[in-house]
Structures are given as C-alpha cells and as structure tokens.
Nanobody, 120 residues
Framework: QVQLVESGGGLVEPGGSLRLSCAAS???????????VGWYRQAPGKQRELVAT???????NYADSVKGRFTISRDNAKNSIFLQMNSLKPEDTAVYYC???????????WGKGTLVTVSS
C-alpha cells in the first residue's frame, strides 16, 4: 500500500507563489525509484486535469497553461514530491492531487488533495 499526503495549499493573491508538498509512505521508500510522479488538479465544476508529471528517466511534462510557471520535483531524502507554483492566476484555483505510478502500466495512487485558492 502507498499513502500520499499533500500539504501547502491555501489562499494566495494573483501573482503570488505556493509550494505544494506530497509526502509518500507505505511501500514507497525510495521516491526516486518510482516510475512516474505527478500533480493533477480539479477546479469546481470541471474534470480533473494533468498539471505536471515527471518520470524516473528524467522526462517532465506540463500542461500548457502552467508551462514556465510551475515546476515539479522530488526529494529522495524526504521521500516527497513538490510542485513549485509561481505567478499564480485565479484560474489556477483548484484542489491539487498528488499521483504516483510505481511501475509502467501499473496502479495509480492518489492523495486526498489540497485546496489552492488564488484571489485578491
């Protein structure tokens, strides 16, 4: 079993920054060995969408709407995944979910989400 716990969400003004964290535990002891990690978000009334993913091979993928503003990373020492969000916009308001896929074509694990609200 894998447990993922997100943190770092909150209320921020447009143009501000937030750093989301996702702590992994359970059967994951080496976050760098995970095939793919990612962040998704779901805004009110909308479907969940991809924000950013990163593979163990070093490939990253970002939604067009966040390219140049968001950065995904992982820290093996902390067994955690991060999402640095800069130049936030009101349309970034959503619940952000951490996701891991330990092996290719394997099971996806999800956290319960953290709410980000961008508003003045």
């Amino acid at each position: 079993q894998v447990q993922l716990v997100e943190s770092g969400g909150g209320l921020v003004e447009p143009g501000g920054s937030l750093r989301l964290s996702c702590a992994a535990s359970g059967s994951i002891s080496n976050i760098n060995s995970i095939y793919r990690v990612g962040w998704y978000r779901q805004a009110p009334g909308k479907q969940r969408e991809l924000v950013a993913t990163a593979t163990s091979g070093g490939n990253t993928n970002y939604a067009d709407s966040v390219k140049g503003r968001f950065t995904i990373s992982r820290d093996n020492a902390k067994n955690s995944i991060f999402l640095q969000m800069n130049s936030l916009k009101p349309e970034d308001t959503a619940v952000y979910y951490c996701n891991v896929r330990p092996v290719p074509y394997g099971i996806d694990y999800w956290g319960k989400g953290t709410l980000v609200t961008v508003s003045s």
